[in-house]
């Protein structure tokens, strides 16, 4: 019962590189997402994915690059680190259907910083 | 835009008395689904309970339960027999449509 599984856990990136977070869920969810958790904050959508090869920017998406080539993966892709890019990433997934509160379940949170 | 606020920054319990929660979140729409999620210091993110707009009764789980107000837009969380294991960050959500929009958190500590 893997449910929805993020690598790395932690990650500590220089300014300027790049990295991608790897996500990927065994539940069949139509939908995916990327939140991101800031000290004292609650979690801010970044992007997320109605379906494979269907992207959509959340609140926060700049800084970010995602992809969805399958229905199981959905990587996030950060180009040129900065500062303010060091937070907590969540993935998470959902089986939605307009008209349903699906219940949305996230992976265990990717720790990054950028120094 | 939806938004959803959290009141109580932090609280304190003590071992196996109750607890209680606030929320309240602004929308026009009229079906939608709220969500209590708890995040012990791991930070992974657990549901506790979940909410129908529709729905007048309230939701229960166990020694979780709501008090959905509609009317006043108002949804929290009472937790019951309080356990060391129920300290942790309590997030407030909402839903309507693809995504989830949280409150910023309610700093839960239980006392022996």
């Known amino acids: 019962n893997a449910g929805v599984t993020q690598t790395p856990k932690f990650r500590i990136l220089k300014i300027g590189q790049s990295m991608t977070l790897q996500c990927t869920q065994d539940m069949n969810h139509n939908y995916m997402y990327w939140y991101r958790q800031d000290p004292g904050m609650g979690l801010k959508l970044i992007y997320y994915s109605v379906g494979a090869g269907i992207t959509d920017k959340g609140e926060v998406p700049n800084g970010y690059n995602v992809s969805r080539s399958t229905t199981e993966d959905f990587p996030l892709r950060l180009e040129l680190a900065a500062p303010s890019q060091t937070s907590v990433y969540f993935c998470?997934?959902?089986?939605?259907?307009?008209?349903?509160?699906?219940?949305?379940?996230f992976g265990e949170g990717s720790w990054l910083t950028v120094v | 835009a939806q938004t959803v606020t959290q009141s109580q920054p932090e609280m304190s319990v003590q071992e196996a008395e109750t607890v209680t929660l606030s929320c309240t979140y602004d929308?026009?729409?009229?079906?939608?689904?709220l969500f209590w999620y708890k995040q012990p210091p791991s930070r992974q993110m657990i549901l506790v309970i979940r909410q129908e707009a529709y729905k007048q009764q309230n939701a229960t789980e166990n020694r979780f339960s709501v008090n959905f107000q509609k009317a006043a837009k108002s949804f929290s969380l009472k937790i019951s027999d309080s356990q060391l294991g129920d300290a942790a960050m309590y997030f407030c959500?909402?839903?309507?449509?693809?995504?989830?929009?949280f409150g910023k958190g309610t700093s839960l500590l239980v006392t022996p």
């Open positions: 959500a909402y839903r309507t449509g693809y995504a989830l929009n």
């Open positions: 998470a997934s959902s089986y939605f259907v307009q008209g349903s509160g699906n219940t949305i379940y």
């Open positions: 929308t026009s729409e009229s079906d939608y689904y």
